[in-house]
């Protein structure tokens, strides 16, 4: 075979692979991710899709390349291996062309990274404010009240469940108390890292009420019926970080006024959802907890302050035994 025609059989190879992967635009058709519940999710779940058919072709591609030199040069009584300097046009594709595939990649990613990298979405109406503070070993929110600002008297808080209406921006504002922790909504496809001293930016559009989350299916096999998003910490954070979880609650705009009301919500489900904590309903520890938060942004303070019991924001607190 000429070098020409086997160059030739490589381009005509790329094309192939590059028009099958279009192919995977669709979200999740194999089922491998997490339930999508969110549009960001779908977008992500195609980019995934299509990385993945370009990998698993051109691994099928030469490993099948690899068996068949395996055989067509395998040791042959009466025949003399010849030795060879290679084929610097074959050389030049197979270097190009991989070269292209990643330039095609960057290039058709950047726009979805430019979306879910930024402070805000592009389409912003009517989005919810809620601050996400991530500490050894849980996760608490704090919302603004009626007055729309943060730190005031009006503020609600929750730990371990954060609530949010359907269809609606969440624009999230990320803290670290302590050490590194990551924010991860699998359903949503969004993740981000929670720094100390850092404030970070992460958004995420729900557009699927969680009681209508598909059914799990355990280990044995059976279907286990879940009203609840996952939030789990991504990033190792200490002794407790596998037990670092909290629950997404996506519900309707009226479910979500009156939670932020206080009042009591019951999901279809029977699931009744914790009501958010006010200012000066707060207790042990967490009323130290949100109060000191200032210390992270003191520059003066070198050290992230000691949440756990005998640290120097608790009453009883009598100084390191150091």
């Not at 190879?13 to 192919?23: C, E, P, W, Y």
């Not at 610097?88 to 062309?97: I, L, N, P, R, S």
């Amino acid at each position: 075979m000429s070098s020409r025609a086997l160059a030739l059989r490589w381009s005509c190879a790329v094309a192939v692979l590059v028009a099958a992967a279009t192919t995977a635009l669709a979200s999740d058709p194999w089922g491998l991710f997490p339930e999508s519940a969110s549009l960001e999710a779908d977008r992500v779940d195609g980019l995934t899709y299509l990385i993945l058919w370009i990998t698993g072709i051109t691994l099928v591609g030469v490993q099948v390349c690899m068996l068949w030199f395996l055989w067509a040069y395998r040791r042959k009584d009466g025949v003399r291996a010849k030795h060879t300097h290679g084929n610097h046009t074959v050389e030049m594709v197979w270097t190009v062309a991989p070269a292209a595939i990643l330039v095609f990649l960057a290039l058709y990613q950047m726009g979805l990274w430019k979306d879910l990298k930024s402070s805000k979405p592009g389409d912003n109406e009517n989005a919810v404010a809620v601050r996400i503070y991530a500490k050894q070993f849980e996760w608490m929110f704090r919302y603004p009240g009626p007055d729309a600002q943060f730190d005031t008297a009006d503020d609600i808080f929750s730990n371990k469940t954060l609530v949010v209406p359907v269809n609606h921006p969440v624009n999230a504002e990320l803290r670290a108390m302590d050490v590194i922790h990551s924010f991860y909504l699998p359903n949503m496809r969004f993740k981000q890292d929670a720094v100390p001293g850092l404030h970070g930016r992460i958004w995420f559009r729900p557009n699927k009420l969680s009681i209508d989350r598909k059914p799990l299916r355990s280990s044995r096999g059976a279907e286990v019926k879940v009203d609840y998003f996952d939030i789990v910490c991504a990033e190792l954070c200490g002794s407790q970080h596998t037990t670092m979880a909290a629950k997404l609650y996506v519900v309707s705009d009226d479910e979500f006024a009156k939670w932020q009301k206080g009042d009591e919500v019951t999901l279809a489900s029977g699931t009744k959802i914790p009501r958010p904590s006010r200012t000066d309903a707060l207790q042990s520890p967490y009323d130290f907890i949100w109060s000191t938060w200032a210390m992270q942004d003191d520059l003066k303070v070198v050290a992230p302050p000691k949440w756990h019991k005998g640290g120097p924001f608790y009453p009883d607190y009598k100084g390191d035994e150091e």
